[in-house]
């Protein structure tokens, strides 16, 4: 018989219970069903929805709300999950992104509705249905009917015994490429205790960091492109990618660490299409045959960086020549 959701859950790959307890303290697990607009959705990084056409608040499009950083996503669509990613930000109000297909007719209805970031980590996947209905349990609040099938809802949170287990059976390693200081920087197969008190030691690390950085400020300056913004637009993150760092360098904030915005800059930066110089000044690093920012970035190229000070110039220096 399948797991079914009111039932003890059972340990599955050899995980036991307390183990996964451990691991997913300080997070939720998502399920987001999206036949129609998963190939668009996903090169974006976000999550969208807005009320039913008749006003109604569903709470599979509301759950949305409910997404907090660190979160992670399994994206399923064409009878396979195809992706897994990590909130980056909680929701902010926000019409139809370029791109969303339209259902319904939407004439005259309003578009106002909820934007999440995330950041796909694991992409090109092709877990198939069938071999979810053995791992998932079956019945609400999960994404399964009690006769197994896919339900019709966007969102729906995943008991945490279930997302191990996902995870396990997809075999994830860490990201090739991720936000700089970010916690699944530093994933890998997941192989036991060590591993989950590691995830659980870097979460923890993330909120010193975030709170240290912020200090108790409901708003403040990007350390690139130096806009005063709310804290939901911030991202605290390490100049060098955290993996790079011993213990103390890893602990040293003020040296170390800069807050940055989700408005382009947290991308750009950790990729290296923008730099630090030795003077403090923004500069164009990474390029691209046949690339410009245009109208995606506007940042002040040329001019002195808000997070630069001395503390910070070797790990600044550091980023730049990873990236010549």
Known sequence: MWPRYGEPPTPRWGLPDGQAALLLSDMTYWWASQNRNYRTVIPLGTLWSRPT?????RKDRTALKSMEPDDVVFHYGGACVRAVSQVVSTWIPSDRPPGYPIGQPTDGVAEDGWLVRVEPFAVGLELHRDDVCGIVGWGSPGPLTRSGKPQEKYVSELRDADAVALLRRLDLRKPSRSVSGRPHEDWRAWSGAADAEAMTTIRREQRAL???????????????CSRELPSDLLVAGHIVPRSMLDEEQRADFQGHAMLVCLLGCDALFERGYIVVTPDARLARGVTRPQFTFGATWSGPIGQKVNAWSPGRADAFERHRLLHE
Not at 53 to 57: H, I, N, R, S
Not at 210 to 224: I, K, Q, S, T, Y
């Open 53 to 57: 056409v008749t006003g109604a608040m």
């Open 210 to 224: 975030r709170a240290h950085l912020l200090d108790g400020r409901d708003e403040a300056p990007c350390g690139m």
